[in-house]
Structure formats: C-alpha cells, structure tokens
C-alpha cells in the first residue's frame, strides 16, 4: 500500500501562483511514477501532469502547459506541482496519485492505470 496526502490548496486570484505537495509513504516511492489530475464539479477526472518514477520524464496535459511543473525528490517521497498563471478554468479538486513504475509511461495520462489516490486538495482561482 501507498499512502499519499496532498497539501497545498487554497483561494487564489487569477494570474497568481499555488504549490501543491504530495506526500507518501508506505511502499518505496521511486518505485511509482506519479500523476496528478483534477475534477471541476459536474466533470469527469482529467489528466493533469505525470512524472517518471525517475524524473526524467514529464508529460502534461495542453491545458496547462508552460504554466505548470512537475518535480518530485525520491529522497523526500514528495512530487510537487507548481502552478503558475493560474485561471478561474483551473479551480478543481486535484489529485496525487501513484502507478507502478512497470507500467508504460504511455498510460500514465489515463487515470484508469494508477494504483493509489490521495484524498485531493482544492484550488480555487477567482476572476
């Protein structure tokens, strides 16, 4: 098993900044490539950004390319997302979330594929 907690969330105005953190224990966490999605209220999950069990590769969703990063320090078990520029479209709940580093980095935008959840955290961005 794989616990994972986010943090991070909060009310920001549009064209601010939020960090979000994700926490995990349990299982060896570079043994996991890590997601993070999102769910507006009345929509379906989506992808968000993804990162290699490594780090070396990243992947993120066109909606928030060049405003978004994700890193993640296998010495602290955390991935981070760092949202830049952010838009009133971005308020969600967002989601960490963990998948076995056997799997194809080719699924890791699909959230059917991932193995644990965190509870997810709220980022809410006002006009």
């Known amino acids: 098993q794989v616990q994972l907690v986010e943090s991070g969330g909060g009310l920001v105005q549009a064209g601010g900044s939020l960090r979000l953190s994700c926490a995990a224990s349990g299982r060896t966490f570079r043994n996991y490539h890590m997601g993070w999605f999102r769910q507006a209220p009345g929509k379906e999950r989506e992808f968000v950004a993804a990162?290699?069990?490594?780090?070396?590769?990243?992947y993120y969703a066109d909606s928030v390319k060049g405003r978004f990063t994700i890193s993640r320090d296998n010495a602290k078990n955390t991935v981070t997302l760092q949202m830049n520029s952010l838009e009133p479209e971005d308020t969600a709940v967002y989601y960490c979330?963990?998948?076995?580093?056997?799997?194809?980095?080719?699924?890791?935008?699909?959230?059917?594929?991932?193995?644990?959840w965190g509870q997810g955290t709220q980022v809410t961005v006002s006009s």
């Open positions: 979330a963990a998948e076995d580093r056997r799997s194809s980095v080719a699924t890791l935008t699909t959230s059917a594929s991932y193995d644990y």
């Open positions: 990162i290699s069990w490594s780090g070396g590769s990243t």
